[in-house]
């Protein structure tokens, strides 16, 4: 694109080479002085005189959904794969909408065993097509819209998308005509979205509405999911004894399977509470075994918080470079799931196990790595209250060392190298 004052540039879809993009706009910036890029990404870039503007989901129309702009966008790239394809007819557009529901149902259905992170791959890869659908049925079957919204609450809260997640949360439960039990799904997604967006306050009173969901529809598993909000609420605020009763009763209490997610969740909450009360060996004893239980089933989101906590654990220790193992088996989980919350989170608990052990200038690098992975998140740095002291002897370890200005340099390097960062914070020679 191109006037005579001005000329701009267009890149679409940053986020997949983040680091080649910047460096390709340095580059043109340096050549163009002039030049105006203009680029869309699910993560910044990072660069010194970047203005981000963030975009909310495509529009919807009430009771119209071929005026939606996000169902014309399905229509299109189902043009694109299949020409000639028509989804202008009800029926057509009903089949559309009924393949978004099976993925995300199936993924869902799959989420604790060994396909869990094939779960995530097609329900990210598929990030366009479920919000057309739920545009469509937001606005012509307001149950089944916030059934699916529910469901893919939690995969969107982990992979990037809260900001949609919340969006299409709040607009479904704010419709009439939903079942209780789909409301009470909803409302515990929307806490979980709420508590990764520091919202504590109302997560806990949405934890407490679905808890007595629960019990007045006797839902086992329902109970389980309420507990695990109320619990990683209460870890969040400093509260890890009221954390760990409400996970340890609704375990005792409940008869759900015990390969369920709910339950699975519950047990994580566990491991993490006694971490906090300082129960170590009773929390590395809950976390073993937890692990091999994901282990066998091949499931890898709790697997990567356990080995979290097991290097968190190790830190307290004194046990740097067992931090470290776990800390980089934690992170190829959360890479294999697209995770950025609980890459972010890796990247700083290794950052403390390499200062920890003598390598204060690769901890700078990769504290700036995880500064923009939480940037892309969408927050500031979040976790349990135990991890902040852990981030600031990090911080004072490395500025010891290093001084103000080498620290500052190296967390810069990192902050614009994210890539070469994660490929030094997997490396088990770094």
């Known amino acids: 694109m191109a006037r005579r004052d001005r000329e701009t540039a267009g890149l679409d879809s940053c986020e ?131 059934d699916l919204a529910a469901r893919v609450g939690f995969f969107w809260s982990c992979c990037g998308h809260l900001h949609e997640a919340r969006a299409y ?54 109970a389980l999911a309420a507990a695990y909000l109320l619990g990683i609420t209460y870890l969040m605020t400093g509260r890890p004894l009221a954390a760990h009763t409400a996970a340890e009763r609704a375990l005792s209490d409940t008869q759900a399977d015990v390969g369920s997610a709910a339950r699975l969740r519950c047990r994580l909450v566990a491991v993490f509470a006694c971490t906090a009360l300082g129960a170590l060996s009773e929390a590395e004893t809950l976390a073993r075994r937890l692990l091999a239980d994901c282990d066998r089933t091949g499931e890898v989101w709790a697997r990567s918080y356990l080995d979290y906590q097991l290097a968190l654990l190790a830190l307290l220790q004194d046990r740097p470079r067992d931090a470290a193992v776990h800390a980089r088996a934690m992170l190829q989980g959360k890479q294999l799931l697209g995770d950025r919350f609980g890459t972010a989170l890796g990247i700083d608990v290794l950052a403390a196990a390499l200062a920890e052990d003598g390598r204060e200038e690769d901890a700078a690098l990769l504290s700036g790595v995880g500064q923009a992975y939480w940037h892309a998140v969408g927050h500031v740095q979040r976790g349990t209250p135990e991890l902040a002291p852990v981030r600031e002897r990090t911080r004072q370890l490395a500025l010891a060392a290093l001084g103000e200005d080498v620290y500052a340099l190296a967390r810069r390097r990192g902050a614009q190298d994210t890539e070469g960062g994660l490929v030094l914070a997997l490396d088990d020679g770094c």
């Open 169 to 222: 949360l709040e607009r479904g439960l704010a419709l009439h005509g939903v079942p209780q039990s789909v409301r009470g799904r909803g409302l515990w997604a929307l806490g979980v979205v709420l508590v990764l967006q520091g919202e504590y306050d109302q997560a806990e009173q949405l934890g407490t509405v679905c808890t007595r969901l629960a019990q007045q529809g006797e839902d086992d598993e329902a």
């Open 16 to 146: 997949h080479l983040v680091d080649e993009c910047r460096l390709l706009i340095s580059d043109l910036l340096t050549a163009v002085p002039a030049l105006t890029v203009l680029a869309t990404s699910r993560q910044t870039l990072q660069l010194r005189d970047e203005c981000v503007v963030e975009i909310g989901p495509l529009s919807f129309a009430d009771g119209d959904p071929k005026r939606s702009d996000a169902m014309r966008l399905f229509t299109s790239r189902a043009a694109e794969v299949a020409p000639g394809t028509d989804l202008s007819s009800p029926s057509a557009q009903a089949a559309a909408v009924a393949v978004c529901r099976r993925l995300v149902a199936h993924a869902e259905a799959r989420w604790a065993g060994s396909e869990q992170v094939l779960a995530y791959r097609h329900v990210n890869d598929a990030f366009p097509d479920i919000c057309a659908a739920l545009d469509h049925l937001l606005a012509v079957a307001p149950a089944e819209g916030l």
